[in-house]
């Protein structure tokens, strides 16, 4: 039979990649880079077969593609076969568009003619409920006993631009711009309005991939498989859900280990969109703060709009992470200085205040109403003198605390007759080369890049981004960040083991604390009033009692606490009062006590609580106690295990942080003592193993004599059953 076949790439696009590579995913080198297609189901009428058809003649593929309809006839110019095993020839990968119900006997035909992969669009699946979760269990299962590798069902398809290879269902671009952004989306839609938007910014893509459903290739396989490619430098992930948290995180871990950052725009940060993802995807959404904990445990950069990932991205693609302390900004208004002042302000970006050599330096060649800052306004007079540029940056770029410089000018979208723009534009790119340093471009507002400003910027040495101050600003402190991130030692993973104790109720939960390098308060355990009062006696302070009851966690709803008591007759009959209260209220509640311990006055009340997270397993939060907990909800949160380092880090970001610096005359809290309580009580939740559900330290006091643990509790998966 006939194929059609399209004329090959130009040469601006590169050479086709090799057919395989060393140490890529089982088959997916077949699907993604395939040198013959089938379209099973192909009919002039579908729009999804015409933009099939017009991408794949677009992007000049070299390949054959064999149309499949069991009709036969004559289909887009070329003959039409009625199965894929009646071609008779090698097909690598085919794109299914046939009914659901059509499917199991299309897999049936797709193994007899040993095709290699498969993109599904049809949807009808798991996104649809319990029915179609079966249906897609059995085409994967059907897939998986062929060994064909399969993408989808309920997707687009994939594009790799690099080889001129779509097999994609909605019309695409041609890429533009020097492809170096890898991109990576569980919905197929919004994948395509990326590609358009990247393409409205000139930023290359090497491959874009929709995984749907993701039955067989989950976001893991393609991350994975896209670590491997020489051509992508950076991997921009519209992520719903993750499948298995595992793969998940070896095949970040896989694309870092290459070089290649990855950014991630994740929905499910409120209830609403969770629900929305579930409805669209046929799967949960995770804890969204935990995922949060997880980006900074692997080091993926989160994004929260469209824009802001693909921006992010590029610049990773072609700038890398940034090592150092912070940003110089250069620009030729006070006010534009004046606007990237406060962003990196909310943002936590370090404009270092310049060294004196730096501002000496800046002195010497800025004329004298200009002042050495950073940001820095060169003034108008570089209007008039636009070597000014040129030779502030190169004085700005050898101060040792910034990392990188931007300088904020608009690249034109067609080169003015005088050549106004190339002007400035050349001595910004000499500048730039005669930093050392990293240095990107930025315009003032998101604006379109055209052909000929990507042109022009490449041409004279300028890295361009038109996604404005604020975006771009933004994404340079993603790059410092992931910068530091490589430069930290990460805490050694820690496997959960089955816990060999069980501590239940306060006093047990503290004893085991204690034995595991907490601080705890000092404490006895009374039976009777006079051993409380003999107790508190000891002790010569005032005192807190306490009920001691594994079946009370609440102990102030039942009357259970007793403070500022002094002397023994007020200890004896706090003692039975306490005990009246909660017979009381719980009769049926057993009583191993009431807890005598010194009253404590002063200091920084703390919060420190485990949680075990259905997919991302044990994490740590950190926060001031009391009210501020329960109403203002100011934490922070990291996966377990955790270093010293990133404890210090979850105090730093806490909003009510300054009252550990001795707000108001009181005493500082030892922050570095506080890192390593922090760590210890983050260990010993490690220690109880998997069928640990929460534990919590509430307070943990911060005081001018020490640090303590208050209070302890614990929370047991089938608690119940023990």
Known sequence: MSAMSAAPLADAHGPRSAPARDGEPSGLEALFNPRSIALVGATERSVWSIAAVDNLRRFGFSGKVHMINPK??????????????????????????????????????LQNAGVGGVVILSGGFAETGHDGKQRQQQIA?????????????????????????????????????????ALVSQSGALASQLEQFAHQQRVGLTHMISTGNEADVQVADAIEYLARQPEAKAIALFLESVRDPLRFERAISTAHAAGKPVVVLKVGASEASAKAAQAHTGSLVGNDRVFDALCRKLGLSRVHSLEELIVTTDLFARTGALRGKGLAFVAMSGGMCEIVTD??????????????????????????LATPNNPLDVTGAAMVEPELIARSLKALAQDPDI??????????????????????????????????????????????????????TEELGV???????????????HLLRHGAWRERLPAPPMALKPGSERPDGERAVLDFLARHGVPIVPAHVARSADDAAAFARDLDAAVVLKIASPDIQHKTEVGGVLLNLRGDDAVRAGYEQIMQRVQAAKPDARIDGIIVSPMRRGGVELFVGTMRDPQW??????????????????????????????????????????????????????????????????????????DLVSLEINPLLAFDGGIEALDGLTVWENAGEH
């Open 72 to 109: 036969g006839g004559t289909i887009f110019g070329s003959e039409a076969a009625a199965t894929c095993s009646a071609v008779g020839e090698p097909i690598d990968a085919a794109l299914l568009m046939v009914p659901e119900s059509k499917m199991v006997e299309v897999f049936d035909d």
């Open 141 to 181: 299962d059907k897939a998986k006993s062929a060994g064909i590798r399969m993408l989808g069902p309920n997707c687009l398809g994939f594009a790799n631009f690099v080889a001129g290879t779509p097999i994609w269902t909605t019309q695409l671009r041609r890429p533009s711009g020097k492809a170096q952004v």
């Open 343 to 368: 962003q990196a302000d909310r943002e936590g970006i370090a404009l270092p205040e310049l060294a004196p050599a730096t501002a000496a330096a800046l002195r010497e060649v800025l004329p004298p």
């Open 403 to 456: 990392a990188a410089l931007s300088f904020v000018f608009d690249a034109p979208a067609k080169e003015d007759a005088r050549g106004f723009a190339r002007r400035f534009i050349t001595q910004i790119g000499e500048g730039f080369r005669g930093a050392g340093k990293p240095c990107v471009m930025l315009s003032h507002t998101f604006s379109g890049v055209s052909g000929e400003a990507r042109a022009l």
């Open 463 to 477: 890295t361009y981004s038109g996604g404005g101050v604020r975006h771009g600003l933004h994404a340079l402190g």
């Open 617 to 690: 397993g044990p994490s740590i939060a950190v926060g001031l106690g009391g009210v501020f907990v329960e109403v203002l909800k100011d934490t922070s949160l990291r996966l377990l295990p955790i270093t010293e380092s990133d404890a210090l880090d979850m105090l730093g970001e806490l909003r009510g942080g300054k009252l550990l610096d001795g707000f108001r005359g009181a005493p500082a809290v030892d922050r570095a003592s506080l890192a390593k309580v922090i760590v210890a009580i983050g260990k010993a939740a490690l220690a109880l193993g998997p």
